[in-house]
DNA sequence: GGTAAAGCTGCCGAAGCTGC
DNA sequence: GCAGCTTCGGCAGCTTTACC
């Protein structure tokens, strides 16, 4: 069997391979291009089937048996507090929503430094872990967590910390790993243990059958049982970041909202009447990327999705740019902003369009240009626009500016 | 009213590309 | 070869909100 293993940092791919089986099979490894957005040149020339998984936003690394994704993993070291441990979220849904496994590693706390204050630990939202184990529940395909590992346990005192040069992060000391995770600790030995376990479950019944008895395997439900415990003893709960930051209305409201786009010949179609209450993701801020992706697919995993896709949804799922208010009296909206404005986003997709070549004549595209325009051919802008667009668009039903709305139909 | 947590955003660096 | 641009990821300071 061959392997292929697709990495953005190429010393994150030889330390996951060195820790697991992978070392004793025939692999070759593979730099990973991220989108037509950001690499023109080479973007065209990833697999089908990875390009899918890249769709939403790309993860660190990608395994692949026979031209077959078995799983991702996605590594940060950033502090998870707030939203922030929800900004890969996107990646890790798009991973599952190919029915490939997930693995995400994150510290538990990081040491943050503030001005004319002492160091302390910036601990993680542990919302995270419903919201991973809300995509189990939803595609029966392992989504699954493991710490960084850092000083945290052991120094609880920030300021004693032995890597607080490092934010109490302990990495590998191998160089060949550089930026890599200590791979003697117990966290990343039950992370290499799982990923040995996928890797012994699709050899012996192959990618497809394989992949649908993972959840019942022993490594991986007692994971899911430490997850749902963090969860627990850290205190999470349904009111943190970024479910602060929802309000949920009848559908009556948003409808009300969107008539003034209605004229004779328009109306406003099935999909957001055939729910009867709506979730409002508020964000009064200037448009931007991370790390509102990630939070808005969080959101939907954690309220609305009831099935594979966004069809499948028991509320519909907005996101407004700006200050919202609920009149309750005219059981509609009222937004207001000096932030953002529609033509943010409107300015984006235009910004996106100048990367595509479709409009030129053939004499126009050079040799090497000639396999790019034949995917966009097929793909048109799918892949060319930057990532927060992509998302915002597949996850919100509608999205809403103060001076203009943008919604689905069906 | 004070403190801690949450939320927002300006700015920075890396990587990769284009155009001269 | 180099300057400059875009995209992405990330840090941490500032502001707002929540809580006691």
Redesign the pocket.
């Known amino acids: 069997m061959d392997y292929r293993i697709w990495y953005s940092i190429e010393s994150f791919a030889n330390f996951i391979i060195a820790n697991t089986e992978l070392r004793n099979k025939t692999f070759v490894k593979k730099k990973m291009y991220?989108?037509d957005?950001?690499?023109?040149?080479?973007f065209h020339t990833m697999p089908d089937h990875i390009k899918k998984i890249l769709y939403l936003?790309?993860p660190d690394l990608i395994v692949e048996i026979d031209h077959e994704p078995i799983f991702s993993v996605e590594v940060?070291?950033?502090?998870g507090?707030?939203?922030n441990v929800f900004?890969?979220f996107a990646r890790l849904a798009a991973s599952v929503e190919n029915n490939v496994p997930s693995f995400y590693i994150y510290p538990e706390a990081v040491i943050?430094?503030?001005?004319n204050t002492a160091p302390r630990w910036d601990r993680i939202?542990p919302l995270i872990f419903k919201a991973l184990d809300d995509v189990m529940s939803i595609y029966k395909i392992p989504s699954l967590f493991y710490y960084f590992p850092t000083d945290y346990k052991t120094h609880n005192d920030a300021f004693t910390s032995p890597n607080l040069i490092h934010k109490g992060l302990r990495f590998d000391p191998n160089r060949n790993y550089a930026g890599s995770p200590l791979g003697t600790d117990s966290e990343m030995t039950l992370m290499f243990a799982a990923m040995d376990e996928i890797v012994g479950v699709v050899e012996r019944h192959g990618a497809i059958v394989g992949r649908d008895k993972l959840l019942s395997k022993r490594p991986i439900i007692n994971r899911r049982a430490f997850m749902n415990q963090e969860f627990v003893s850290k205190g999470g709960t349904m009111d943190?970041?970024?479910l602060?930051?929802i309000e949920k209305i009848p559908t009556q409201y948003l409808l009300n909202y969107l008539i003034r786009f209605e004229n004779s010949q328009y109306h406003i179609g099935e999909l957001l009447r055939s729910r009867q209450e709506t979730i409002i993701y508020k964000?009064?801020?200037?448009f931007r990327?991370?790390?509102y992706p990630g939070a808005l697919a969080a959101i939907d995993y954690l309220k609305c999705r009831e099935g594979k896709s966004f069809e499948e949804r028991r509320y519909n799922l907005i996101m407004v740019w700006g200050n919202l208010t609920i009149d309750n009296t005219n059981r509609t909206l009222s937004i207001s902003s000096t932030?953002s404005t529609i033509n943010d986003f409107v300015k984006s997709v235009q910004?996106?369009e100048n990367k595509n070549i479709l409009s030129k004549d053939y004499s126009q595209i050079s040799n090497s240009e000639i396999p790019r325009y034949y995917m966009q051919v097929r793909y048109g802008s799918t892949y060319s626009k930057?990532?927060h667009i992509r998302v915002f668009s597949y996850f919100a039903d509608a999205i809403l500016f103060p001076d203009g709305s943008l919604w689905r139909d069906a």
Do not use: L, M
């Open positions: 991220e989108s957005a950001n690499n023109i040149r080479n936003d790309a940060s070291t950033e502090a507090t707030g939203h900004q890969r943050i430094t503030r001005q939202n943190t970041s970024p602060s930051a964000v009064d801020a200037k990327g991370d790390p932030k910004a996106s930057v990532k």
